[in-house]
């Protein structure tokens, strides 16, 4: 079993910025890849970013390339997510999630969730 627990949500002025956290804990393995989505009121649950162990080699949702950056600290079991420039349509909750299986964005093969953190930009 793998916990995740993020913090660093909150609100925020169009154009602003805020860097959430996802610390793991319990079964962390090297191979495991990171990544975080978001969920919008009414609205299906979205890839954001990932980022795989080694190398590492990274994914964005297009909507957030540019802006988002995601990172990780293996000897934390900690990955981050900076996210710069942000936008009233950004506004959702936000989960982090591990998957010990593929490099993807299918929510799908994620294994482990976090419980989620609101992130609310104002216009």
């Known amino acids: 079993q793998v916990q995740l627990v993020e913090s660093g949500g909150g609100l925020v002025e169009t154009g602003g910025s805020l860097r959430l956290s996802c610390a793991a804990s319990g079964r962390t393995y090297s191979s495991y890849v990171m990544a975080w989505f978001r969920q919008a009121p009414g609205k299906e649950r979205e890839f954001v970013a990932a980022i795989s162990w080694s190398a590492p080699s990274t994914m964005y949702a297009d909507s957030v390339k540019g802006r988002f950056a995601i990172s990780r600290e293996n000897t934390k079991n900690t990955f981050y997510l900076q996210m710069n420039s942000l936008k009233p349509e950004d506004t959702a909750v936000y989960y982090c999630?591990?998957?010990?299986?593929?490099?993807?964005?299918?929510?799908?093969?994620?294994?482990?969730w976090g419980q989620g953190t609101q992130v609310t930009v104002s216009s």
């Open positions: 999630a591990v998957s010990q299986r593929t490099f993807g964005s299918y929510a799908g093969a994620f294994d482990y």
